[in-house]
C-alpha cells in the first residue's frame, strides 16, 4: 500500500469510524457515488436537516473527499478523484464497522 493510500486510509477511518457522525458522513459519500447532488437533494434524500447536511458537506471538502462546483446555496458535490480511485479503501471501513 502506498503512503498516500496508508494516509487516506486513516483520514477515512477517523471521517467514518472515528467520528460520532461516521455513519451520516458514510451515508452521504454513498449517495453521491450514486449521482452529483446539491446539499438539498442529500438533506432530502437521507431524511436530514440541511443544517446538519451541510456541517457533513464542509467536513467532507475539508478533509477532501469530496469536491464542490458552484455556488454555496446551489453547489453541486462529487466524490472527490482520489476518493473515487481508492472507494475500495472506504468499502472496506464500511464493512469493518458493520454498516452494510
Avoid at 458514510?26 to 438539498?40: D, S
Wanted: hydrophobic residues 35%; positive net charge; proline residues 1%.
Amino acid at each position: 500500500m502506498s503512503a498516500n493510500a496508508r494516509s487516506l486510509k486513516y483520514v477515512l477511518g477517523w471521517l467514518i469510524a472515528g467520528t460520532r457522525g461516521g455513519l451520516t458522513r458514510a451515508k452521504i459519500i454513498e449517495g453521491l457515488r450514486e449521482t452529483p447532488q446539491n446539499a438539498n437533494q442529500l438533506a432530502t434524500l437521507l431524511k436530514m436537516d440541511y443544517k446538519t447536511m451541510r456541517h457533513h458537506l464542509e467536513v467532507l471538502e475539508k478533509n477532501r473527499m469530496v469536491t464542490s462546483v458552484g455556488d454555496r446555496y446551489g453547489a453541486t458535490y462529487f466524490l472527490s478523484q482520489t476518493l473515487e480511485d481508492n472507494y475500495g479503501l472506504f468499502e472496506e471501513i464500511v464493512n469493518k464497522i458493520g454498516k452494510k
